[in-house]
């Protein structure tokens, strides 16, 4: 009954070290995608997976690293953290690509400080 | 490239009362979805209603309406009937193709509405 999770919720570290950010779904959903949402901006997508172990760029990739082994996870990894990257992460999911069917549902976001 | 533009940053309204909130988007596509998201002070996206572009009806969703007018590329939502749970940021978003047969959002900046008693 979970649906989407994400963990850890808030998250502080500093400049230069690796975060990993977990997202979790248990619909069995195709696609899977992370945003993230600064102050005064709707969401941006980093990156997104249309299946296990196929995943491609969004509108912001820079500094991330995905990765999806399985279905039902799928991990951001911010390789050196900066400061810019502190914002909050949203992981969504859906079950397919036409029409209704695609709907994202969210997770309930990670937020990032990175000093 | 899409575009989607949310023109009211903020709006207060009357509790019992309706509100529109705008929403006016830029595509070549002749095939795309329009959604709306609420999102509260908690932080967490909430899924509210979705139109496709070649629905001819208007989607409803209990309080929520979309008014849709193809041709002047707006998805306007219709709260009616407000209550003080409805306090919160609104998001416009648009479905568009990606490269690897998936889809993404598209948000616009939102618009933030709070529900005075």
């Known amino acids: 009954d979970a649906g989407i999770t994400q963990s850890p919720r808030y998250k502080i570290t500093e400049t230069g070290r690796q975060v990993t950010l977990m997202c979790h779904q248990t619909w069995s959903h195709s696609y899977m995608f992370w945003y993230r949402q600064d102050l005064g901006h709707g969401l941006r997508l980093i990156y997104y997976s249309a299946a296990a172990d196929i995943t491609d760029k969004g509108e912001v990739p820079d500094g991330y690293v995905v990765s999806r082994s399985k279905t039902e996870n799928f991990p951001l990894t911010l390789e050196s953290a900066t400061r810019s990257q502190t914002s909050v992460y949203f992981c969504a999911s859906s079950e397919s690509n036409y029409d209704q069917l695609d709907t994202q549902y969210f997770g309930p976001g990670t937020r990032l400080t990175v000093l | 490239a899409q575009k989607i533009t949310q023109t009211q940053p903020g709006m207060f309204v009357q509790e019992k009362e309706a509100v529109t909130l705008d929403c006016t988007y830029d595509?070549?596509?002749?095939?795309?979805?329009l959604f709306w998201y609420k999102q509260p002070s908690s932080g967490e996206m909430i899924f509210l209603i979705y139109?496709?572009?070649?629905?001819?009806q208007n989607a409803t969703e209990g309080r929520y309406s979309l008014n849709f007018q193809k041709a002047r590329k707006s998805a306007n939502l219709v709260i009616s009937a407000s209550q003080l749970g409805d306090s919160a940021m609104y998001f416009c978003a648009m479905r568009e193709r990606l490269r690897a047969a998936g889809n993404k959002l598209t948000f616009g900046g939102g618009t933030r509405v709070l529900v005075k008693p």
């Open positions: 595509t070549s596509d002749q095939s795309y979805g």
């Open positions: 139109q496709g572009s070649y629905d001819e």
